[in-house]
């Protein structure tokens, strides 16, 4: 098993930043994708970034030049940096991460942008 332990939401302003990190620790063996995703209320679970072992990334365009992700493969932990949010950015986000060919998700963490 994989467990994936999220860091870093909160309530901000609008034009704030946060940063969330995602550790993964337990039976791993090699990690190959890890992701962000979030889920607003009322709206489907959709890709917010993700990054691959050998560092490509993918965003969605709603957050392109705002959100920055990144791994620290040494410590398993995957980083999201969030920089001039918006409240259309508010909602719960989710790690994911991809052992070989099984997906984990994290439990989520709440991201309330609001002045």
């Known amino acids: 098993q994989v467990q994936l332990v999220e860091s870093g939401g909160g309530l901000v302003q609008p034009g704030g930043s946060l940063r969330l990190s995602c550790a993964a620790s337990g039976n791993i063996f090699s990690i190959n994708t890890m992701g962000w995703y979030r889920q607003a209320p009322g709206k489907q679970r959709e890709l917010v970034a993700a990054?691959?072992?050998?560092?490509?990334?993918d965003y969605a365009d709603s957050v392109k030049g705002r959100f920055t992700i990144s791994r620290d493969n040494a410590r398993n932990t995957v980083y999201l940096q969030m920089n001039s949010l918006k409240p259309e950015d508010t909602a719960v986000y989710y790690c994911?991460?991809?052992?070989?060919?099984?997906?984990?998700w994290g439990q989520g963490t709440q991201v309330t942008v609001s002045s």
């Open positions: 994911n991460v991809r052992v070989l060919s099984t997906y984990y």
């Open positions: 990054i691959t072992s050998g560092g490509s990334t």
